[in-house]
């Protein structure tokens, strides 16, 4: 989980702002980031919008952290 951390901090983002931007209580979100706990489906796609990267990327499944393009 240090990928969604260090993105966080990339984006010079708290975990208070995370909580704003997702809806994730803070608490939930520490436990996230730390591997306590695990998202589900519909909070990682929040986390990915929020943090403007892809779900892949937060799984590890690629490098890139850059979003996919958006379908029309």
């Known amino acids: 989980m240090s990928r969604l951390r260090d993105l966080r901090k990339e984006r010079g983002y708290s975990q208070i702002k995370m909580q704003m931007l ?8 520490s436990k996230i980031e730390t591997g306590k706990r695990y998202y589900t489906f ?3 796609k929040r ?8 779900m ?3 799984a590890g499944l690629t490098d890139i952290k850059e979003p996919y393009p958006k379908n029309d």
């Open 56 to 58: 892949d990327y937060l």
């Open 42 to 44: 519909e909070q990682c």
């Open 47 to 54: 986390i990915a919008k929020a943090l403007n990267t892809s």
């Open 22 to 29: 997702t809806g994730i209580d803070q608490s939930d979100y």
